[in-house]
């Protein structure tokens, strides 16, 4: 189905993994939005200190591995028997599990020019990151995120994005919602959109 160019799309059903008891949702009314964006900085920065770490500084070659991992699982990550399977980072996922990607994908989803997604990719396969899965079709070198320092910066990484969800409830700029309330809240929202 063609959509024109003012359409917009329905926003995709999660694949949820275990049944929530609530939600976290923004507190307020947009009041605490320079808190709000003055944490994300603090917390973007905190992690990007790793992936600078991963990279030798060159955050587009991260942009671009990272662009290929998340690529390469997409399509088992809506597959409940794949995320439990690689729930962790203790199972390696092999060449058959990735789903390959080229440079023009990578290109339109990152914003970094083609020609420079091509010397990040030849760059990444000479530190033996990538791998092509066919002809001009990269994805991650099975086992390399099972490196010990890429473990320590994805646990370095995870702490900190705990670390930013929790600062941002303690300084009242989200809230806890119980489930059943985060429905009618929802349903509240869509209402009043609608009365606009």
Same mark, same amino acid.
């Given at each position: 189905m063609a959509r024109g160019p003012k359409e %917009?799309?329905?926003?995709?059903?999660?694949?949820?993994? %275990?049944?929530?008891?609530?939600? *976290?949702?923004?507190?307020?009314? @947009? @009041?605490?939005?320079?808190?709000?964006? =003055? $944490?994300?900085?603090? =917390?973007?920065?905190?992690?990007?200190?790793?992936?600078?770490?991963? =990279?030798? @500084?060159d955050l587009d070659l991260a942009f671009v591995a990272e662009l290929i991992g998340t690529i390469g699982v997409e399509p088992g990550m809506r597959d409940a028997a794949f995320r439990q399977k690689h729930a962790t980072f203790d199972s390696v996922i092999g060449i058959e599990g990735q789903r390959a990607t080229n440079a023009a994908s990578i290109a339109s989803a990152s914003g970094i020019p083609r020609e420079t997604v091509r010397r990040k990719l030849r760059r990444l396969q000479q530190l033996g990151v990538v791998v092509e899965k066919e002809r001009s079709r990269y994805i991650l070198k099975p086992g390399v995120i099972q490196q010990p320092h890429h473990q320590a910066?994805?646990? +370095?990484?995870?702490? +900190?994005?705990?670390?930013? $969800?929790?600062?941002? *409830?303690?300084?009242?700029? %989200?809230?806890?919602?119980?489930?059943?309330?985060a429905k009618r809240s929802a349903a509240d929202q869509a209402r009043a959109e609608e009365e606009l």
């Open positions: %917009v799309r329905p926003p995709r059903r999660r694949a949820t993994t %275990v049944k929530v008891e609530g939600r *976290l949702e923004l507190a307020g009314s @947009g @009041g605490n939005s320079r808190l709000f964006i =003055y $944490m994300i900085g603090n =917390y973007l920065h905190r992690i990007e200190r790793e992936r600078r770490g991963l =990279y030798q @500084g910066a994805f646990a +370095q990484t995870i702490e +900190q994005t705990v670390r930013f $969800m929790n600062e941002c *409830l303690e300084h009242g700029v %989200v809230r806890w919602v119980p489930a059943d309330k």
